[in-house]
């Protein structure tokens, strides 16, 4: 029945598939989600099967079993014994540790198709790592958000009154402020800044919009006929709440969540350039752009991350306006950039 | 308009205390030092007295003695003096700390203590006469043997007080301060210094004045810091510069010791309840504009502020005229050629832009110009990033404002007129679509100077985002606690601007907010 309302989700999907350059985004989008998802095939230290010595590991790239510690590519093939075998994955090089001459151009060595960075790092490790953090980082980050957002803003349009006056001052407070500068600020004060720090300090910030958005849907939703009915059937509030009300809040909740993608990959790599993101033994993408600045001629470590972040972001933008489109055609354009 | 305006200023008073609490609560997120208990308090006395006094300082100068937002039992002199002269009398596991407190309080203390000095037992006499003994060095009587001796110190302070009590009242000290900074005698110095700390609050007060001079401050600065232990450097060659640095390390030194040194009436008292928490320390600092010290250099936060705000500022406005000026004619030609290939071309640019890292931006033109470009170029490329990341939304803005317009029946209405398309374009419909654009000044600047901390610091421009990140190297929270709360309000304050501009423009949005309860979202 919902595939018939104007602002359901599914029909929203098919519209979006009918849009070529919609249709490219999530492709892109995918794409970056299967590097992250495999990125120890694409680039690790260690074979993904091998069989040396006469043992068999298998995916020794992921479990970095301890017998092969010592184990580089040059070394294996150096002592290899007959019978001795091994699959590297795309990239015989860890993102963390030097593997070879600092600052190899692209395509100069067989070793580093993308190069390497001023203290030896594999670029292409480093960057195939660097989208594995910022699409975790901005998964969790919004996952998060958007709980903490859907549970403020449904409990403010719901409950009105003074749960509603606290959440809009506590809404108009946060907007006072640029979200980098807050998240920068706790990070440096935290006494143990990291990941996780660094997620939640994202989520409390960002929550904002989706409260805004659920609080208005909820309010909008409140006096159609459906919930009447349900409330005279002697149905709780919170269970008109979370039956009723809330199911047709998703729509606008996933435009927010796949915008928030982009935006808190934005976010992370900009504090991750200014080094106060994610920890320095955490491959990502700011930090490469940011270390770019000490290797001025080196343009690779420049432009390469530098377009990763830019490609993530549009192709997520993209998606996300599409599916806005689809869904209400007539809030298109009106959203406000939050990050730098 | 004068309703709308007043409305709205009052919607914005809990915002702006939101903001002093999320700022305050970043206070909250540096580490305090350790709570020691008693035991431990007297341990560290014993070993190391130049310890215990760092370590009390320290928790003190961030207000860690007090609760962080009502205090119960606000604590004075004289409730200080009496709970020290107990331990002392009991000669408990506090009294060594004790006996140090009475000493540091010394002459403020005095007259909650000598009158009272007879009621004692004699041993409890004893000990609090030869705690006192440090204060009398510091009046200059130690040479007096009978404060050094445990049988007769008791007589030594009964015969201070019978002679010198009529010295320890506001007039006579307010009198020798006055005499003291006009010129300087030793004599006059001798008579602040033989009534002690008492002399305090009427120092802090002749240092607080304007009509006192740098050199006045100087001298007496020096008598303080006699008194109190307070060390504050005062140079031979005194600058105007040193002198506010003098006065502004006295004003944050007395709002956390003032207690100490002064009995709290019953006004101030149930005041004190909310002021003498953490919160209300901080936010009385804040609202006097002692934001502290900045760590790394040693100047006050207010002070630097005041020089790197406005490069900041610059920045942000004009990035902020330019892409107005940038992004309107997109915006309008977006909407005149709705669905053209030009507003798709249009469309799509600006897409590119709106998903553009500005830190890649900054780092590509800073890479483009070289190293060795000079201040000018770089603030101009700033400009152009800062631009570059804020045009993309003004223009959808303006765009989708510029069609609803567009749409209007007074636009037909102008065409069918037979006005020109250029007329009715600009008179007719962009004076209209142009006014919403106005709220979304107010929401740019905390964007704006979001993206100024990444272009500052790529840059090398001496703003305010560059020294956040110089603060956060080094660890500095009272500059960061600075900037939060000096952003903040800075961008209520153009929100509420902005908003009560709209109002003045639009007198829809006046009555609409009137009418409701709630602000327009």
């Keep these: ?340 | 308009m004068l309703r709308y305006t007043i409305r709205r200023i009052l919607w914005a008073i809990p915002t702006i205390f939101g903001i002093s609490i999320v700022a305050f609560l970043v206070t909250t997120l540096i580490p305090a030092p350790p709570r020691l208990t008693l035991a431990e308090l007297d341990d560290a006395l014993a070993k190391n007295p130049a310890a215990y006094d760092a370590y009390v300082e320290s928790r003190r100068a961030s207000a860690f003695d007090l609760p962080a937002f009502v205090n119960e039992s606000p604590r004075d002199v004289q409730a200080i003096v009496a709970e020290c002269v107990d331990h002392l009398a009991k000669n408990d596991a506090g009294a060594r700390v004790s006996a140090h407190e009475l000493a540091r309080i010394g002459g403020a203390g005095f007259p909650y203590l000598l009158p009272t000095f007879d009621r004692l037992e004699p041993a409890a006499r004893e000990r609090v006469a030869l705690a006192l003994l440090p204060v009398a060095e510091r009046m200059g009587q130690a040479d007096d043997p009978r404060a050094h001796d445990p049988a007769s110190a008791p007589t030594f302070w009964t015969q201070l007080w019978e002679d010198r009590s009529l010295e320890f009242t506001g007039p006579a000290v307010r009198r020798s301060v006055q005499r003291l900074a006009r010129g300087v005698t030793a004599g006059r110095e001798r008579d602040l210094i033989e009534v002690d700390t008492f002399a305090l609050p009427e120092l802090m007060r002749a240092m607080r004045e304007r009509t006192t001079t740098d050199d006045e401050v100087a001298r007496l600065s020096q008598v303080a810091s006699h008194v109190s232990g307070h060390a504050v450097v005062v140079p031979i060659a005194m600058t105007h510069e040193a002198a506010s640095r003098i006065r502004a390390d006295w004003a944050s030194w007395w709002t956390t010791h003032r207690e100490d040194y002064v009995a709290l009436d019953a006004g101030e008292r149930i005041f004190a309840t909310l002021s003498d928490t953490r919160y209300g320390r901080w936010l009385l600092g804040a609202v006097t504009g002692e934001l502290g010290t900045v760590t790394r250099d040693g100047e006050p936060a207010s002070q630097k502020l005041a020089e790197c705000a406005p490069v900041t500022l610059a920045l942000t406005l004009s990035a902020m005229f330019l892409s107005f000026a940038i992004a309107v004619p997109i915006g309008v030609i977006g909407a005149r050629r709705r669905g053209t290939r030009v507003d798709r071309a249009l469309a799509g640019l600006i897409f590119l832009f709106y998903s553009l890292p500005s830190f890649f931006l900054a780092e590509l033109l800073d890479h483009a110009v070289g190293p060795r470009a000079g201040g000018g170029t770089r603030a101009i490329l700033a400009i152009l990033v800062m631009t570059a990341s804020s045009v993309a939304t003004l223009s959808r803005f303006q765009r989708a404002s510029m069609m609803d317009v567009l749409d209007q029946d007074w636009v037909r209405t102008a065409r069918a007129k037979g006005l020109r398309e250029r007329r009715v374009l600009v008179v007719h419909a962009l004076r209209n679509a142009i006014v919403p654009m106005v709220t979304l000044a107010g929401v740019q600047l905390p964007f704006l100077f979001g993206t100024a901390i990444v272009v500052e610091e790529v840059f090398q421009l001496p703003g305010m985002g560059y020294e956040t990140m110089r603060a956060v190297e080094s660890h500095d929270a009272t500059w960061l606690v600075a900037t939060v709360l000096v952003v903040g309000l800075g961008a209520t304050l153009t929100l509420l601007a902005s908003d009560i501009a709209y109002g003045f423009l639009d007198p829809r949005i006046r009555e609409r907010l009137l009418k409701t309860r709630e602000v327009a979202e």
């Design chain 1, 1 to 340: 029945m919902s595939e018939h309302r104007p602002g359901s989700l599914r029909r929203a999907i098919r519209h979006v598939r009918r849009r070529r350059w919609a249709d490219a985004c999530a492709v892109l989008l995918a794409m970056l989600v299967l590097v992250s998802i495999f990125a120890e095939e694409l680039a690790s230290s260690r074979p993904i099967i091998c069989k040396i010595h006469g043992h068999v590991h298998v995916l020794a790239n992921v479990e970095h079993p301890r017998e092969l510690r010592e184990l580089t590519r040059a070394k294996f093939e150096s002592e290899r014994e007959p019978g001795d075998w091994a699959v590297w994955p795309l990239v015989a090089c860890g993102p963390r540790v030097p593997c070879g001459r600092a600052v190899v151009r692209p395509l100069a060595s067989a070793m580093h198709p993308l190069g390497t960075d001023g203290s030896g790092r594999d670029v292409f490790a480093r960057l195939v790592y660097g989208t594995r953090s910022a699409l975790a980082v901005a998964a969790i980050a919004v996952a998060l958000f958007i709980l903490l957002g859907a549970a403020l803003g449904a409990a403010a349009g719901f409950f009105g009154g003074s749960v509603d006056f606290v959440v809009a001052r506590a809404v108009e407070t946060l907007s006072a402020f640029p979200v980098p500068l807050l998240a920068l600020v706790v990070q440096a004060l935290l006494p143990r800044a990291g990941t996780w720090s660094l997620v939640a300090v994202i989520a409390a910030l960002r929550w904002t919009e989706v409260a805004r958005l659920v609080r208005a849907e909820v309010l909008a939703t409140e006096p159609r006929d459906f919930v009447t009915a349900a409330r005279a059937l002697g149905a709780s509030p919170l269970r008109v709440l979370y039956k009723h009300v809330l199911p047709l809040t998703i729509s606008p909740i996933v435009v927010a969540a796949v915008l928030g993608l982009g935006q808190i990959v934005l976010l992370e790599s900009a504090l991750d350039f200014l080094r106060v993101g994610l920890p320095a033994s955490v491959p990502t993408w700011g930090e490469m752009l940011s270390e770019s600045r000490e290797h001025f001629s080196a343009w690779w470590l420049l432009l390469l991350p530098g377009a990763l972040v830019f490609v993530s972001v549009t192709a997520t933008n993209g998606l996300g306006e599409a599916l806005r489109d689809a869904l209400d055609p007539r809030a298109s354009t009106l959203s406000i950039k939050n990050e730098p």
